[in-house]
């Protein structure tokens, strides 16, 4: 009988194995918005063009020539907007969805510019191996999708058009997300580190169209008020996970995430957001006090006590506030009231409080109950 083990890990032939992992997305969205980008565009355009004049796909090009500058415009404001970063992209043809650049300018692209130094390239980043058998070899499970950065040909020849890392968002727009919903499948662990569901295909329905309409709305409503004060925003999108349970109905997660996203104003310190302008008015955040228990028995009819906090419970006292507001937030993310810590929120605790959660002091289905006790209506979560 075989055995069966599984051990993930991340790829160690790279000594920028860290860096491979964290790539940001490569949408494939952007286009020039100033003549410094344009100009850009058309140099390596003419690169490119000539490169694959002489390539097995050179017909393919001139065929597409109109579709190559465009994806030419996309890819390099990915590149430069990443600040020297890793960006990614899959190569399989399924992933190029809607409308904007398609599978096959893309691939002719990526390979022309690498031929011609512009771009690094890292393609079939293992992430996971499966071994059937002790001492058996590794199989690659998972892969990553194709990782490409500039190279210092391509960062010069955007100096030379005055773009840098730092300033190429001046120069390259995004406009608002062409897909602002999202379907996302679960996620999981990999090496211990959580990684983010692929984002996964679906037909529209009526529920569907409704929260996309809702966010097109105030995406468009946005993009008509100015934003100051070092504020990055180019529209949300709504993302959606665990799309791949089989009674998924657009009813877990829903948040919506500013872009672009790795530069968004969500990304910065609370220090630098309280910078931003709208109109040339400061904003200010307001914190819901215990979010999550608030709006819960606000959805029944049921105001909170004000004056007390919710998550000082009788019997554990002030110093159990933190455990008491994680057990209350794993739960609302579980399908029934936590009776075991889980890994990864054990994980999660000691790196934020750098000590481990003392499972003997707080078991978690004890606590829970005293929970329960004094907020009788989390009984029904």
Known sequence: MLKHSLSAFTETQASNGDELRDATF??????????????????????????????????????NRNKLKPAIAAFLADLLSAEGKWVYRSLKRDSFTGP????????A????????????HYGGVVSHWVR??????????RRWAARYRPTKKLIALAGEHGIGLENALDHFDYGLPKQPLQKRAASTRVARRKVQGQVMKFEHTDLSLKLE????ELNEFLAKQTFGGGCV???????????DAADFNWDQGGRLYSQPADKNYQQQS?????????????????????SYLTIFHAWHGIQLDREQDPYVIPGLGEEAREVVKLWVAATFGSTEPLRKWPTDVLKDYKE????PLDRKRYPAAQLGELIVKHHPLSIGL
């Open 233 to 243: 925003h180019r529209g949300y999108v709504r993302m959606f996970h665990n799309g």
């Open 270 to 290: 609370g220090e630098k957001r309280l910078e931003m302008t709208i109109n040339g008015l400061p904003v200010v955040e307001i914190d819901l006090r215990a």
């Open 132 to 141: 059937f058998d002790e001492g058996g070899p590794a199989l690659a499970n």
């Open 100 to 107: 904007g650049v398609g599978a096959r300018a893309f691939l």
């Open 352 to 355: 934020k409080h750098g000590h």
């Open 213 to 216: 309409a809702d966010v097109q």
């Open 26 to 63: 490569a949408s494939l969205e952007g286009h020039p918005c100033t003549e410094a980008a344009q100009a850009l565009t058309e140099a390596v355009n003419e690169q490119v063009l000539h490169q694959l004049a002489h390539a097995e796909f050179g017909g393919e090009a001139k065929a």
């Open 109 to 120: 692209l990526q390979q022309a510019m690498r031929e011609l130094g512009l771009v690094e």
